[in-house]
């Protein structure tokens, strides 16, 4: 946890909400560690992408390599202009569940999900704050907010004016450089959905056997651990932002609660324990221990993709050590994931949609 | 004969008192667009304008909180105040000229917020509670709840919301475009047919490697070759360690793209709000490297494993020659 999290859960621990909530030191429960025999790990390949799947990334591709334009602060804003925000959802005066989305990508195009935010934010100015009062409409994720009124809160921090390539252009295939051909970038296109849907499946697959792990151990998972890694989490996603924005403790307090009250992130929480339970009595019972290489391994794959070379960690780990312990146990916990996956059968299905 | 609308004094006062002045208020107002709703909202903000800050922010909180108590009640009335609330608060803003525009918006936007915070909780907990909450508390809802979580935490649920953004933009494609994606949906389609329901260990099915094999080396050129070689080593062995890694590195890269896709009014998945976590920091200047690595790698372990540095790990189960490599690999 960094030392900005670290602040915002000192903070808030001297709230009456927080004390409410934490009795005493957090216990972990006893695991007997499972057995790894007969494991299936059943990889459930998508469906190939249809034809407007392909259509639609492809406008999307077309609005990715699109002319930007920086509005100036104080200038409206228009129609089809991409936006960062903060943005907050309020139902009947409280925060709604996933309410606050901070430096937040917005389109500003019709959507069906948002009654009435278009018009609402439309013609605001860059670098002001919108409150829009919308309908959730019938294509809203959250099928219980659906009809419900919501308070929108935003504040417009960059908006960009966007003029997309023209899709039946030379220029076009040019900038997007996927091929020479309408039908090779949709080629192009088809494969890298198949790779993402294929990689995905593989990782979902994996949760199964970690699932089934366990499962298999059966440990059980109070509310107070699930409270505090719930808390935990918060902190590294929303608290520290939250904080900086000068959202007072009582605010801090009620963004908290709405994680803590959610059944379903609750739930995942619950499951995310009950795996590293299981990992650790396994580690513990085979003898696993960290191997230097794996770890190497594991936290320069991972890095990679973000630009960060071995040096580069070595600095981050140097100039603060809870990021060095950090790295070093997410790596860990890799390497025994590793462990327990090795041990599956790999089978591969057609999901049927 | 229609009553005109009125901006809530308290709020009226609250656009009063972030507008730097009468004249910049004036000017915003006769270049909006909407100037009958504005010349209203200046008109009850001259009316109300405050005389004493605190009166106007009790009256402000209080105002809400009467509103909060009419819609717990059930009358018709409920939101008729959120409209006009939400356009006193765009002039609010409106208002603010750019030079002193960061604190004054800043200020405004709070006491919105703070004003917003009343209520009751029946609609929050009808919103959580489809996932289990109303249903009771039985072993049939647990179950409900488990299943929900373990939908709302796969990267299928992720992937399959993605793709229906695609299909929902669709019809702005291009005809020539649209023909094009027929063509090579067709085509890829009847590779899988062929295929369909085959269970096989690994390799030899039509995957995306061999598509790319299909559209010609030209093709297999241009796609980024780190993520062909990593599909290529998973779909070969996908347990093992080699392809655990090719998944960390393929499933990271998009989950950080679709947690700008996920939609403000729901909880998404645990890893992309770990994957979301990461990004912010990443764009944060003011981000030390160490809250960026931090992140990014819990990101990381959220999305390949579903399993999470968790507090587990933090409250003793370091073994004792994890310490001693980590105190050797960073030094």
Same mark, same amino acid.
């Given at each position: 946890m960094s030392l900005e999290a670290d602040h915002v859960l000192r903070k808030l621990q001297q709230l009456p909400i927080t004390r409410a909530l934490k009795k005493g030191a957090v216990a972990l429960p006893e695991v007997r560690a499972p057995s790894l025999d007969g494991l299936v790990m059943t990889v459930s390949l998508p469906p190939p992408p249809g034809e407007d799947e392909l259509s639609g990334r492809f406008v999307e591709l077309l609005r990715e390599h699109a002319a930007r334009r920086e509005r100036a602060p104080g200038e409206a804003i228009a129609r089809g202009d991409e936006l960062r925000v903060d943005l907050l959802v309020y139902v009947d005066g409280r925060l709604a569940p996933g309410g606050v989305k901070l430096d937040y990508v917005l389109d500003l195009v019709d959507d069906p999900a948002f009654e009435g935010l278009l018009e609402q934010l439309e013609g605001a100015p860059v670098g002001g704050a919108v409150t829009a009062s919308v309908v959730l409409g019938p294509t809203h994720p959250n099928e219980a907010l659906r009809g419900a009124r919501a308070e929108l809160l935003i504040e417009v921090l960059h908006a960009y004016e966007v003029t997309p390539l023209d899709g039946g252009s030379e220029a076009a295939l040019k900038a997007l450089d996927r091929g020479a051909t309408l039908d090779e970038v949709m080629e192009s296109i088809a494969v890298e959905l198949m790779q993402l849907g294929e990689a995905g499946a593989r990782v979902d697959a994996e949760q199964d056997v970690l699932d089934e792990v366990a499962a298999r151990a059966g440990a059980?998972?109070?509310d107070a651990l699930v409270d505090e890694e719930l808390r935990r989490?918060?902190?590294?996603?929303?608290?520290?932002?939250?904080?900086?924005?000068?959202? !007072?403790?009582?605010?801090?307090?009620?963004?908290?609660?709405s994680w803590l009250d959610d059944p379903v992130a609750r739930e995942a929480a619950r499951r995310v324990l009950r795996v590293s339970l299981a990992l650790k009595a396994i580690a513990e019972r085979d003898g696993v221990q960290p191997d230097a290489a794996q770890l190497e391994e594991i936290m320069l794959a991972a890095a990679?993709? /973000?630009? /960060? !070379?071995?040096?580069?960690l070595k600095e981050a780990g140097k100039a603060d050590p809870s990021v060095a312990r950090a790295l070093a146990e997410a790596a860990w916990q890799q390497q025994l994931v590793g462990y327990v996956l090795e041990r599956a059968e790999v089978r591969e299905v057609q999901a049927a949609s | 004969m229609t009553v005109p609308p009125r901006i809530p004094p308290a709020l009226a006062r609250r656009i009063w008192d972030a507008a730097p002045s009468a004249q910049t208020v004036m000017r915003t107002a006769a270049r909006a667009a909407n100037v009958t709703t504005q010349a209203l909202a200046l008109r009850d903000a001259w009316a109300n304008r405050p005389r004493n800050l605190a009166e106007v922010r009790a009256q402000t909180r209080q105002n809400f909180r009467n509103a909060a108590t009419t819609a717990r009640q059930g009358s018709a009335d409920v939101f008729s105040r959120g409209p006009m609330a939400a356009r006193g608060a765009r002039i609010a803003s409106a208002g603010i000229t750019a030079g002193n525009l960061p604190q004054t918006a800043r200020q405004a936007f709070g006491d919105v917020r703070q004003a917003l915070r009343t209520g009751s909780r029946a609609d929050i907990d009808r919103a959580i509670g489809s996932s289990g909450r109303l249903l009771g508390d039985t072993a049939g809802t647990a179950l409900h709840v488990t299943q929900l979580a373990r939908d709302a935490n796969r990267y299928g649920q992720a992937y399959r919301a993605a793709r229906q953004a695609y299909v929902a933009r669709a019809p702005e494609a291009p005809a020539a475009a649209r023909s094009a994606a027929r063509r090579v949906a067709a085509d890829t389609m009847r590779l899988r047919v062929n295929d369909a329901g085959r269970i096989s260990p690994g390799a030899g099915r039509p995957t995306a490697v061999q598509m790319q094999q299909r559209a010609g080396e030209a093709a297999a050129r241009r796609a980024p070759a780190q993520l062909a070689q990593s599909t290529a080593q998973s779909a070969a062995n996908a347990a093992s360690r080699a392809g655990r890694q090719a998944a960390?590195?393929?499933?990271?890269?998009?989950?950080?793209?679709?947690?700008?896709r996920l939609t403000p009014g729901v909880n998404g998945a645990m890893f992309v709000a770990d994957a979301a976590a990461a990004y912010q920091a990443w764009r944060d200047p003011n981000a030390s490297t160490g809250r960026r690595v931090t992140a990014t790698i819990t990101a990381l372990g959220s999305a390949a494993a579903a399993s999470n540095i968790p507090v587990v790990s933090q409250v003793g189960a370091v073994v004792s020659t994890l310490s001693s490599w980590v105190g050797s690999w960073f030094s």
């Open positions: 059980e998972v109070s989490r918060w902190a590294v996603a929303e608290g520290t932002q939250l904080s900086a924005k000068g959202f !007072d403790g009582e605010e801090q307090a009620e963004a908290l609660q990679a993709p /973000l630009g /960060l !070379d071995a040096a580069a | 960390v590195r393929v499933a990271t890269g998009q989950v950080a793209r679709l947690a700008g």
